[in-house]
């Protein structure tokens, strides 16, 4: 099967960072796009950046200037680097990968787990 396993979250403060990551494992024939979201207490889950198997991204403007998201497709992992990080971009994060199994040719997505971010004021 695949397993996608988060690491990275934590507590800051405002205007710190953090880096995320979310590598893919199992019977992956191909990965294609890549991404972040994110869910806030009470709030639906949202798009924070993605990255497809030829490197371009697209992000939230929320995020934009602030984040970047970037793949090692050698580890089959993707990161987000955030930056100047604010209250408001406390969640919880969850990467999503489209991964296509040696199993067949079929593309699916998968979750990770989830990481927690808090940034503190």
């Known amino acids: 099967q695949v397993q996608l396993v988060e690491s990275g979250g934590g507590l800051v403060q405002a205007g710190g960072s953090l880096r995320l990551s979310c590598a893919a494992s199992?019977?992956?024939?191909?990965?294609?796009?890549m991404g972040w979201y994110r869910q806030a207490p009470g709030k639906q889950r949202e798009l924070v950046a993605t990255i497809t198997s030829g490197g371009s991204t697209n992000y939230a403007d929320s995020v934009k200037g602030r984040f970047t998201i970037s793949r090692d497709n050698g580890k089959n992992t993707v990161y987000l680097q955030m930056n100047n990080l604010k209250p408001e971009d406390t969640a919880v994060y969850y990467c999503?990968?489209?991964?296509?199994?040696?199993?067949?040719?079929?593309?699916?997505?998968?979750w990770g787990q989830g990481t927690q971010v808090t940034v503190s004021s």
């Open positions: 999503k990968v489209s991964i296509i199994s040696t199993t067949d040719y079929v593309p699916r997505d998968y």
């Open positions: 199992g019977i992956i024939r191909s990965i294609n796009a």
